[in-house]
Each structure stands twice: as structure tokens, then as C-alpha cells.
Nanobody, 122 residues
Framework: QVQLVESGGGLVQAGGSLRLSCVISGSIFSINAMGWYRQTPGKQRELVADISSGGRTNYADSVKGRFTISRDNAKNTVYLQMNSLKPADTGVYYC????????????????WGQGTQVTVSS
């Protein structure tokens, strides 16, 4: 059974930093794209950052220069380093990943974590 487990959320003052982690477990052949999304009440879930299997990164304009996404393939883990946090960054952050389960079946199955709350106070 595949699990994506996030950690690292919490309450921080504006200007502070947090580091989110997402560990993927289960019988997986490979992990392709990985990403972080966030959701606030009344709004759709939005992309914060993603990273390809080759390490190419993509960021929402609102977090460029402040957040850094990275991955450790040996640990099946994706990270989100969040610096200079703002109250507008408050939300539930979800890990997302495209997983391949069999060596000769290149289809990806998309999975979500359960989310971790990030609250930035002013």
C-alpha cells in the first residue's frame, strides 16, 4: 500500500522558515514528478512547486525566491524549504507524486498525501 506522509508544518511568525518533508512508502518501481500544493478555505488547491525526476523545478510566482523544492531519490522524499514566510502562505500543504509501479508499464498513477497545516502569523 502506497503512503505519502507529510511532516514539518506548524505555526510560525511572518519572516520565519519551515521545512516540509514528504516520505513515500510502498512497493514502487520509480517516482517521477513530485510536488507541493496548498489549499486555503474557499479556494482551489494550487501548485506551489514541483520537481521532475531529473531535478527540473517549477514554482508559483508568489513563492519564487523564497521557497525551494528538492528531492532525495534514495529516501523517496521530497522537501519544501520555505523562507521569508508571509501570512498569505497559510494553508494546508499537500504532497503529490506520480508513481510508476512496474518496470515494463510506464503509466504513472498520481497520489496525494494527507496534508500538513502551515500557519503564518503577522
Amino acid at each position: 500500500q502506497v503512503q505519502l506522509v507529510e511532516s514539518g508544518g506548524g505555526l510560525v511568525q511572518a519572516g520565519g522558515s519551515l521545512r516540509l518533508s514528504c516520505v513515500i512508502s510502498g512497493s514502487i518501481f520509480s517516482i517521477n514528478a513530485m510536488g507541493w500544493y496548498r489549499q486555503t478555505p474557499g479556494k482551489q488547491r494550487e501548485l506551489v512547486a514541483d520537481i521532475s525526476s531529473g531535478g527540473r523545478t517549477n514554482y508559483a510566482d508568489s513563492v519564487k525566491g523564497r521557497f525551494t523544492i528538492s528531492r532525495d531519490n534514495a529516501k523517496n522524499t521530497v522537501y519544501l524549504q520555505m523562507n521569508s514566510l508571509k501570512p498569505a502562505d497559510t494553508g494546508v500543504y499537500y504532497c503529490n507524486a506520480d508513481l510508476q509501479f512496474r518496470i515494463f508499464d510506464t503509466r504513472n498513477v498520481n497520489y496525494w498525501g494527507q496534508g500538513t497545516q502551515v500557519t503564518v502569523s503577522s
